[in-house]
Nanobody, 124 residues
């Protein structure tokens, strides 16, 4: 059974750091991503990474966030540094099978599987 389970969210002050984790069970995915959704806003792509380790980032997080994966542990990570209040959102892990990441990979539509989300709150 395919299952994605996020953890690591929480509350932090601006300038702080958090690391999100996503356990991916039941399948080996070709492309995985992190998305976020703030109240009243559309879900937006944060970062993606394919099975070869190639990463893409939204402009808003470049230089602050790092996506990585541990294939042996089937775990996806998002290291978030220099957090800002505008980073406050529910963060979701997503996975796509049978397709390597590409220019589409920061769009939510093509992803097959989603986690339940983990809340990140950044206070000023």
């Amino acid at each position: 059974q395919v299952q994605l389970v996020e953890s690591g969210g929480g509350s932090v002050q601006a300038g702080g750091s958090l690391r999100l984790s996503c356990g991916a069970f039941g399948y080996t995915y070709n492309c995985m991503g992190w998305f976020r959704q703030a109240p009243g806003k559309e879900r937006e792509g944060v970062a993606s990474i394919d099975s070869d380790g190639r990463a893409r980032y939204a402009d808003s997080v470049k230089g602050r966030f790092i996506i990585s994966q541990d294939n042996d542990k089937n775990t996806l990570y998002l290291q978030m540094n220099s957090l800002k209040p505008e980073d406050t959102a529910m963060y979701y892990c997503a996975a796509r099978a049978w397709l390597q990441c590409g220019t589409w990979s920061l769009s939510p539509g093509p992803y097959n599987y989603w986690g339940q989300g983990t809340q990140v709150t950044v206070s000023s």
